[in-house]
């Protein structure tokens, strides 16, 4: 396992069938490399929509405060080594060989499979732990409950948003979801909610007084609101700051670095951040493909939205974003996501849509989703998720806007059109094994 691609090849083979959440195989895994994720404190982050960019903006913060940060969040863009960084490092392609090659040395014998999300996970936990992180800011993959990062006890638990997303997995009403992100929750750990419909704030309100945690949520004790200079004002439990600059696009991420701040409120007496320290975090955060203009002459829009939710926040910032423009779209979806209702929005505002599909063995047929469209609603398929990129930039004009969405795979595939828009950080260059 020396070489890299041979070592993401034997990870992704990992893959089963049917998904199959439980927790056994990583709490055993970890158990026999001594419990890596015992030793650094964590942030956790579970939700719908918004987790990635709320991880981001703590990253972005406590990085900007000084400390050592580690960050987990799924899936990438480009490169594996994205979804591990320390501080503004990816973690390096000889880590990832030796560290996987040192986990596979002691599970082989013991006769544990992992799934290969369960595998990156034992993985970041590792890195983190031989690191020395100060904090380290864990994604949710898939759910919460069940989820092969919910063996941590973190200092705060994180749920951004509850929404319609992974129904075979997670139920199919919000409440039922809810519960399920909600299994995040531990005892006595604070929780901080984002913006949430009554029924799931209902049942994670519930789950925190069962768990005999603290609950700070949006709209009751912290907002973020505009200012009439256009900048914004947070108000919470325990500070409140004028004039802050979020350097993301969207309303949807004033929403998230709401979340983030007050959970920074939470950590005050353990990871104290400074007022100056925090407007330099909100002012430096980079989220690559989260409502990312990457390129202006033409004007291109990348927004990894792969649920209604997410794609419905996505038209009603186009206005502001591309006022007067013609959105031409370019959209691939996964098989195992509600895409249907996402055919129907598009149709409300697309001048023209062309679909694709990308390289994942999850990819939804694009000519399946090209006949869903109404006669109504001008739509072809292109084969190669690239090339359809290639054709629309040949076409667009001065008045028009390239839209591409529905899902982060189909953002990663074309964002190497776009070498501008500055997506790596610098990659660490050590090779040493981290177990």
Same mark, same amino acid.
């Given at each position: 396992?020396?070489?890299?691609?041979?070592?993401?090849?034997?990870?992704?083979?990992?893959?089963?069938?049917?998904?199959?959440?439980?927790?056994?195989? #990583?709490?055993?895994? %970890?158990?026999?490399?001594?419990?890596?994720?015992?030793?650094?404190?964590?942030?956790?982050?579970?939700?719908? /929509?918004?987790?990635?960019?709320?991880?981001?903006? %703590?990253?972005?913060?406590?990085?900007?405060?000084?400390?050592?940060?580690?960050?987990?969040?799924?899936?990438?863009?480009?490169?594996?080594?994205?979804?591990?960084?320390?501080?503004?490092?990816?973690?390096?392609?000889?880590?990832?060989?030796?560290?996987?090659?040192? =986990?596979?040395? !002691?599970?082989?014998?013991?006769?544990?499979?992992?799934?290969?999300?369960?595998?990156? #996970? +034992?993985?970041?936990?590792?890195?983190?732990?031989?690191?020395?992180?100060?904090?380290? &800011?864990?994604?949710?993959?898939?759910?919460?409950?069940?989820?092969?990062?919910?063996?941590?006890?973190?200092?705060?638990? =994180?749920?951004?948003?509850?929404?319609?997303?992974?129904?075979? !997995?997670?139920?199919?009403?919000?409440?039922?979801?809810?519960?399920?992100?909600?299994?995040? &929750?531990?005892?006595?750990?604070?929780? *901080?909610?984002?913006?949430?419909?009554?029924?799931?704030?209902?049942?994670?309100?519930?789950?925190?007084?069962?768990?005999?945690?603290?609950?700070?949520?949006?709209?009751?004790?912290?907002?973020?609101?505009?200012?009439?200079?256009?900048?914004? @004002?947070?108000?919470?439990?325990?500070?409140? !700051?004028?004039?802050?600059? %979020?350097?993301?696009?969207?309303?949807?991420?004033?929403?998230? $670095?709401?979340? $983030?701040?007050?959970?920074?409120?939470?950590?005050?007496?353990?990871?104290?951040?400074?007022?100056?320290?925090?407007?330099?975090?909100?002012?430096? *955060?980079?989220?690559?493909?989260?409502?990312?203009?990457?390129?202006?002459?033409?004007?291109?829009?990348?927004?990894?939205?792969?649920? &209604?939710?997410?794609?419905?926040?996505? %038209?009603?910032?186009?206005?502001?974003?591309?006022? /007067?423009?013609?959105?031409?779209?370019?959209?691939?979806?996964?098989?195992?996501?509600?895409?249907?209702?996402?055919? $129907?929005?598009?149709?409300?505002?697309?001048?023209?849509?062309?679909?694709?599909?990308?390289?994942?063995?999850? $990819?939804?047929?694009? !000519?399946? +989703?090209?006949?869903?469209?109404?006669?109504? @609603?001008?739509?072809?398929?292109?084969?190669?998720?690239?090339?359809?990129?290639?054709?629309?930039?040949?076409?667009?004009?001065?008045?028009?806007? =390239?839209?591409? @969405?529905?899902?982060?795979?189909?953002?990663?595939?074309?964002?190497?059109?776009?070498?501008?828009?500055?997506?790596?950080?610098? &990659?660490?260059?050590?090779?040493?094994?981290?177990?």
């Amino acid at each position: 396992m020396s070489d890299y691609s041979d070592t993401l090849a034997w990870l992704y083979g990992l893959e089963v069938e049917r998904m199959d959440l439980k927790l056994e195989r #990583t709490t055993l895994a %970890l158990r026999l490399g001594d419990d890596p994720q015992r030793q650094f404190p964590s942030i956790h982050i579970a939700g719908t /929509n918004g987790k990635g960019s709320t991880a981001a903006i %703590l990253h972005a913060i406590l990085s900007a405060a000084g400390y050592r940060v580690g960050l987990f969040t799924s899936p990438h863009l480009m490169d594996f080594c994205e979804r591990i960084r320390i501080g503004t490092r990816w973690v390096s392609r000889p880590e990832v060989v030796d560290t996987v090659g040192a =986990i596979k040395s !002691y599970l082989e014998p013991a006769g544990i499979r992992l799934t290969p999300f369960e595998m990156m #996970t +034992v993985l970041a936990f590792h890195i983190f732990a031989q690191a020395r992180v100060d904090i380290a &800011i864990v994604e949710v993959g898939l759910g919460g409950r069940l989820d092969a990062t919910n063996v941590l006890t973190p200092l705060v638990s =994180i749920i951004t948003s509850i929404g319609l997303d992974h129904q075979q !997995y997670l139920g199919s009403t919000l409440a039922e979801i809810a519960c399920e992100k909600g299994g995040i &929750i531990k005892p006595a750990v604070p929780v *901080v909610l984002g913006k949430l419909d009554q029924e799931s704030r209902d049942v994670l309100y519930r789950r925190a007084r069962d768990q005999g945690s603290a609950i700070l949520s949006y709209g009751q004790d912290f907002t973020l609101e505009k200012e009439a200079s256009g900048r914004y @004002c947070y108000g919470g439990k325990r500070s409140q !700051y004028e004039n802050l600059q %979020l350097s993301l696009n969207g309303k949807f991420q004033v929403h998230n $670095a709401a979340v $983030a701040l007050a959970s920074l409120e939470c950590l005050h007496d353990s990871l104290p951040v400074t007022a100056a320290q925090m407007r330099a975090g909100l002012q430096s *955060v980079h989220w690559p493909g989260r409502l990312d203009i990457v390129s202006t002459h033409p004007l291109v829009i990348l927004d990894g939205a792969h649920n &209604i939710q997410a794609l419905q926040a996505l %038209l009603a910032e186009l206005p502001d974003l591309a006022p /007067n423009r013609r959105p031409l779209f370019l959209f691939g979806v996964m098989r195992d996501k509600e895409w249907r209702p996402m055919v $129907a929005a598009l149709e409300q505002m697309a001048a023209e849509v062309v679909v694709t599909a990308v390289a994942q063995s999850r $990819a939804e047929d694009p !000519y399946a +989703v090209q006949r869903a469209f109404s006669a109504a @609603c001008s739509v072809r398929t292109v084969e190669g998720a690239a090339e359809a990129c290639r054709q629309l930039l040949h076409q667009v004009g001065s008045q028009d806007v =390239i839209v591409v @969405c529905g899902s982060l795979f189909l953002v990663g595939e074309v964002l190497p059109l776009f070498p501008e828009a500055g997506v790596a950080p610098t &990659i660490s260059q050590s090779a040493r094994p981290l177990v």
